[in-house]
């Protein structure tokens, strides 16, 4: 049979220490009161900021996600316009983006259409802008390097092309480079330099052996060899 725990005197007298912190806890409440309330409402206050803010940013970020959303779906189908009527359009858009992720890429797609349209400053002029913050390796980095390695092939400006192409091929990435360095070779040998395009073509061979675009390489090579 289990042994019940004998009370001594002294401790009937001990008041019981749970009331005793209850009731200085409750002391402690009231002592305190409108401190403690408007502590309280102080954080409701900021964790409601923080929940609004929060809220507007997501807002703000869908419409600008819509507007880059409509830019690409006008120039993927830009039905019955022009050129000129295509990049009007594109502009009108452009201009309600708000500067972030969304407009940089919607930077890169208007320099697309310029390239595409042989305006090939203004091409420059939307890929330098993203050029000028994207970290190299990244993905706008080979997009920007890219557009204008390709506008100053459009400019017969092949000496820029050829620095934009070797600047991606320094900073790689995780971006294809079959078409860099097809680029580089058709660009050296423009600039009446097959010695470097044979260089850049026999390094394809190597790099690429089962590329689809390797006849394009072989046929190169053949030309330039004689």
């Known amino acids: 049979m289990a042994q019940e725990t004998k009370l001594k005197r002294k401790d009937l007298k001990e008041p019981d220490q749970f009331l005793v912190a209850s009731n200085e806890f ?3 409440l009231t002592r305190h009161k409108s401190m403690l309330v408007s502590l309280l409402v102080g954080i409701l ?3 409601g900021g923080i929940f609004f803010i929060a809220q507007q940013k997501s807002s703000e970020s869908l419409k600008m996600e819509s507007l880059y959303f409509q830019m690409t779906q006008l120039a993927e189908d830009p039905k019955e316009l022009t050129g000129e009527q295509l990049i009007s ?3 009108s858009i452009f201009e309600q983006l708000e500067e972030g992720d969304q407009k940089t890429r919607a930077r890169l797609l208007l320099g697309d259409v310029h390239y595409q349209n042989k305006h090939y400053d203004d091409a420059l002029s939307s890929f330098k802008i993203v050029l000028d913050t994207a970290q190299p390796g990244t993905l706008n980095f080979y997009m920007a390097q890219s557009g204008m390695a390709h506008s100053y092939e459009g400019k017969k400006d092949f000496k820029n ?6 600047e991606i091929i320094d900073h790689p990435g995780e971006s294809p480079l079959f078409y860099t360095y097809l680029g580089l070779a058709r660009c050296y040998e423009l600039v009446q330099d097959p010695q470097n395009a044979l260089l850049i073509l026999r390094e394809m061979q190597i790099k690429f052996p089962k590329h689809a675009g390797l006849e394009k390489v072989n046929t190169s090579l053949n030309r330039l060899e004689g």
Request: proline share 0%.
């Open 45 to 47: 206050v900021i964790a």
């Open 161 to 166: 092309a050829i620095a934009h192409y070797k």
């Open 26 to 28: 409750l002391e402690f």
């Open 89 to 91: 359009e594109l502009k």
